[in-house]
């Protein structure tokens, strides 16, 4: 006999990675300032040498009627070379993303709604697409939620965490989205995140060094 249907197994598969993702250390006794870096002994070197750390990773979860689902998680941790007050100055103006990242056309914020518009042409999947996404602007110090409420991706939820560690800024970024299949395979789809997401923090640390 059969107790679960088609799907549920990797339902549970993901529910149980999303509650190793919220367990860490920067989500579950989130510090402003902090003396050690929350990660492996390797990975806190690599980072304490100024690389920056991103992943991502998609999985397609077969649905009934033959209607799939993808899910993504998304991973970013990197060492400002500046105090967190000098990075978020410029990181902070959303509204003039389109000036530093080439891939952005378009870009506005709305304060009173705090919602980013940001219409992008996107590398590796050619195509355009506008991001509507729901965050305060972060100035300073602490965890801060984000999310997308309208638009490609809908429903996706995360955390920006900013600390910092000897004088420098610790920012690390996570997201997680579950919903109908977007139509890009898992390969292309997480290839497309893995590029922008490396493309985005590497450029947004280079540029905010600077006033």
């Keep these: 006999m059969t107790f679960f249907r088609k799907g549920t197994m990797q339902n549970i598969k993901f529910l149980i990675l999303l509650i190793f993702i919220s367990s860490n250390p920067l989500w579950s006794a989130y510090k402003t300032k902090i ?16 690389k920056i750390l991103t992943s991502s990773k998609v999985k397609t979860i077969e649905g009934e009627k033959e209607k799939n689902f993808q899910s993504l ?11 967190c007050t000098y990075a978020m100055r410029k990181l902070s103006l959303y509204e003039n993303y389109q000036d530093f990242l080439s891939y952005v056309d378009a870009s506005s914020y709305d304060e009173k709604k705090e919602i980013i518009f940001l219409g992008l042409s996107a590398p590796i999947i050619s195509v355009k697409f506008d991001l509507f996404l729901n965050i305060p602007r972060i100035k300073k110090e602490g965890s ?12 996706l939820k995360g955390k920006i965490n900013i600390s910092t560690f000897k004088e420098r800024c610790l920012i690390e970024t996570t997201a997680h989205w579950y919903g109908p299949h977007t139509g890009y395979s898992s390969f292309i789809f997480q ?21």
């Design 144 to 155: 801060y939620d984000f999310s997308f409420n309208q638009g490609f991706l809908k429903g």
């Design 191 to 211: 290839t497309f995140l893995d590029t922008i997401l490396d493309l985005t923090v590497k450029k947004l640390f280079r540029i905010s060094t600077t006033y």
């Design 35 to 50: 003396n050690k870096l929350p990660y492996s002994d390797t990975m806190n070197k690599k980072i304490k040498n100024g």
């Design 73 to 83: 998680e998304i991973w970013s941790a990197g060492l400002h070379k500046k105090s």
